[in-house]
């Protein structure tokens, strides 16, 4: 089955092409299987542009300056503290642990649990720079940020893209 294309092992239709499917996913879970595309994006820009590529990239980037926007702009409550809450305890830190481990070598869990303390930990860096610098205000945290995850995740995809693991 090396070097098959996809589609040919699945075509067809009803109970045998749902078995190849459930066969393939197993080989997959095992390590045994490795799916390419047979279309890679060929600079860093193409593959800013395929959803495929950078969808966590773009949820990230939404969440970050639109939590920044709903925490500042005088949002409801309900919206406010969770938006706020994964700007502080979530984005930061996902973002540096993408930068960290590009080929995403984590169990869920180990990096849900290094994103939320890398998060706190960069959260508190910023405040400190900011308490000496701009003075700490809600708006120059939240924009702080929300760049900081920003511009992690743009770095992150960068390198993921320049390893060759797209």
């Known amino acids: ?9 699945v075509a067809g239709r009803g109970v045998a092409r749902l078995a190849r499917l459930v066969r ?13 595309d ?3 994006p060929r600079s ?3 593959a800013l542009a395929r959803p495929d590529y950078s969808l966590w990239l773009y949820a990230v980037v939404t969440l970050s300056l639109g939590g920044a926007a709903l925490t500042t702009m ?9 938006a706020a809450g994964l700007l502080v305890f979530v984005l ?13 070598s984590l169990r869920p869990v180990e990096e849900l649990a290094l994103s939320m303390a890398s998060s706190v930990a960069i959260a508190a860096f910023t405040g400190l720079v900011l308490n000496y610098t701009l003075g700490i205000s809600l708006e120059a ?7 900081e995850s920003t511009a992690l995740s743009m770095a992150a995809h960068y390198r993921w893209w ?3 693991l797209a």
């Open 24 to 36: 393939l996913y197993d080989l997959w879970v095992e390590g045994k299987l490795r799916l390419r």
């Open 1 to 9: 089955m090396a070097a098959r294309r996809l589609r040919d092992y």
């Open 141 to 147: 945290t939240a924009y702080s940020l929300a760049l």
């Open 74 to 82: 005088g949002a409801p409550l309900p919206l406010r503290v969770p």
């Open 38 to 40: 047979p279309n890679p």
């Open 44 to 46: 860093w820009g193409e």
């Open 92 to 104: 930061p830190g996902y973002s540096l642990v993408r930068l960290a481990f590009p080929n995403a």
């Open 162 to 164: 320049r390893r060759g």
